[in-house]
Structures are given as C-alpha cells and as structure tokens.
C-alpha cells in the first residue's frame, strides 16, 4: 500500500498495539452453540478426483463418457471450465495430458497421500450441513453434495454455479500443506500468509466461505463506504462462517498459525479505541483503511495482522446477534429455539445502519 510519509508516520505507533490485538481472546470464549443432533441433514463426499485419474488413458473417450454417468452435474462443469487445458486442445487429449503429466502425477500422489482416508473430512461436512439446516432450512443445502477435485492449483473451493443441485466443490491440491514446493512456484498462492492456509485443517474453512460468499451475495448488502462499513460487512462474512463451524477455533478462520494467534495481545478494547481515535472508523478513504479489511502477511516486528478490521467486525456483529437474540427471546417466548435464533440472524444480516451495531457492542478488556 502506497502511503505518504506524514500518514506512515502517524500510523506507525499504532500498527505496533493495535494489529496484534485482534488475533486473540476468541478461542476460549464459551459462546451459544445450538444442539443440532435432532436436525435432518445429509452429507456425502464424492472423490471425483480419484475417479478422474482412475481413467484408462489408452480409453480416455469412454471414461470420460462414464465419468459424465456418475458426475451428471459435476463432471461437465468441471471438464469445461476446470480441466487444465493450457494448449486449448479437445477435452479428451487434455484429459490424456492432465493425466500423464509428470507434475500432475506428483500434484495427485501427494493428494492420495494426504487424503487417503475420508473419514474425518465427511464428520465436518456433515457438521456443517447439519448447522447450515439449523440456519437456513429454506435453502438447498449445499453440503449435502461435496466433490473432491484437483485443477492444477488453479482454484480452490467453489459452489454450483447453476440450479442443477446443491453442491461444493473443494480443491484438494489447496490442502497440501505449507510448504509444499508447488506452491512456492504458483503466483497466487507462493506468499506465505497465503500458503499457511492451505493444511487439511483450513480446507472446510474454504468452503465454509464459499458458502458464506453465496449467502452474503443474496442477503447482505454493504451499508456504506466507510471503514466501519467494511468492517461489520466483513465481519459478517466470519460471523456466518463461525455459525457454520462454531466449533472451529478461529484461528482458523482467520487464516493465522496458532503460535501467531498465540502471540497476539487479546485486548479487543484497545484494538477498538486505537482503530476509532487513530483511523477514524467512518473515514472513506479506501487506501487508507483497506489493509484492515484485507487478509494480508503477519509482520511481528510490527505486531501486525492486516484483518484486524475484518476480526473486530465479526466482534462487533456476534454482540449485535447475541443482544438482538436475547431480546427476540423475550418476544417469542414459548417459541423453539430454532426460530428464535434464525429470527435473530435474518435481523442481524438485514441490518446495515453501523450505529445500530455500534449501540450494542461493548469491546473485551485483556
């Protein structure tokens, strides 16, 4: 971010108390969780990668042809838009390609390796569907289909881009640790606050938030363009990704390391004071407040995390939904509380106005 001098020096005594503040505190909060063993959800994973490269290359035509049998919704999708085709060949010889490939061969050993059992992977899914029921019972469940698939690190998690049916598709080749080789080699991903998302443990939070992202688009609407604006927008998005993964520790969520969560000082108040006095929570000024609501590097000579706006957010939106669910309680009492909490999120997606958060958020003392 390009800063004059005058602006670098007067945020430079902040950075050093205020980033680090928002990573801590979260993770052994006890919150609200509802019970949600009684809910009807299903969740099946299906491993469309390993089928892909189960395809006999010398019979490249039929096994796609059955591929398409198995995969009615998935697999064209996936072959038209997903399929590394770099030459722009016919979908058969890039399939043969993608196959054969040396890299690509490493890229799905390391995958059967760190995914040679789906067991753990199925319980989280099945999770997820079961609080996404809880929530939004009135939607498609997307977590009751979730396909596996490799694209040569290219993207990650994604959901149906058509009325088809419900599904989520999750890049296994964004889940293979760290410091796995390729991707010090791909543009996109080789920066480290990047690739310390990309474990096993991160992979349902990708998809967690491509589901958020779907929900954000069709209920959510940014109530400005000032900084406090983008913060309780984001903090939404990591608010509805908590409701979905409450059990999630937050670091996480949040794309840090535990050590770094760990090295963060838990004062939410001071983050809120030095945010509200040294930026100005309504400031307009884009270039000024952006890399607070942007996932960025972890600078620990600076104490800085660059979401910091994004984490207090989602600080400011769980007070919202937990005051406005206390008072909906009272108006529906006798009521079960599945409604009582589903009112409760509708009101606290629907409202946009930041003073209304603002009066009912109070910010954690360390």
Not at 36 to 54: H, P, T, Y
Request: aromatic share 14%.
């Amino acid at each position: 971010m390009n800063l004059n001098k005058y602006a670098f020096y007067s945020l430079l005594g902040l950075i050093c108390s205020l980033l680090m503040a928002a990573c801590g505190g979260s993770e052994t909060t006890t919150k609200y969780i509802p019970d949600v063993s009684n809910i009807k959800a299903s969740s099946q994973l299906f491993r469309f990668d390993k089928d892909l490269i189960a395809i006999d290359t010398t019979r490249v035509d039929v096994g796609l042809e059955q591929l398409k049998q198995k995969y009615p919704a998935f697999a064209p999708f996936y072959l038209k838009n997903i399929l590394p085709n770099f030459e722009r060949v016919n979908t058969s010889q890039a399939t043969k390609r993608y196959l054969t490939d040396e890299y690509s061969q490493i890229l799905h050993d390391s995958v059967a390796y760190f995914f040679a059992d789906d067991a753990a992977l199925t319980q989280i899914f099945m999770d997820m569907a079961k609080y996404y029921a809880y929530y939004f019972s009135d939607n498609k469940n997307p977590f009751e289909r979730v396909y596996t698939y490799t694209s040569a690190y290219q993207f990650g998690c994604f959901t149906n881009p058509n009325d088809k049916e419900a599904y989520v598709a999750v890049g296994l080749d964004y889940a293979l640790g760290e410091n796995h080789k390729a991707y010090i080699h791909t543009e996109n991903l080789r920066y480290q606050y990047i690739r310390q998302r990309l474990t096993k443990d991160n992979l349902p939070v990708l998809a967690a938030e491509a589901v958020v992202n779907d929900i954000m688009d069709a209920e959510v609407k940014l109530g400005g363009n000032y900084f406090i604006d983008h913060m309780i927008y984001n903090g939404k998005k990591y608010f509805l990704v908590d409701l979905l993964m409450p059990k999630t520790e937050d670091h996480l969520k949040f794309g840090l390391t535990k050590d770094q969560m760990a090295y963060c000082i838990p004062k939410e108040a001071s983050l809120y004071e030095n945010l509200s006095k040294s930026i100005d929570l309504y400031s307009d000024d884009v270039i000024k407040y952006r890399q607070y609501v942007n996932p960025g590097p972890f600078d620990p000579e600076k104490d800085r995390h660059s979401n910091a706006g994004s984490w207090l957010g989602m600080k400011i939106v769980q007070s919202y939904y937990r005051k406005i669910r206390n008072e909906i309680k009272h108006e529906m009492s006798g009521k079960p509380k599945q409604d009582i909490d589903r009112a409760a999120l509708r009101k606290t997606l629907e409202e946009v106005q930041a003073q209304a958060f603002l009066k009912k958020y109070k910010p954690k003392r360390g």
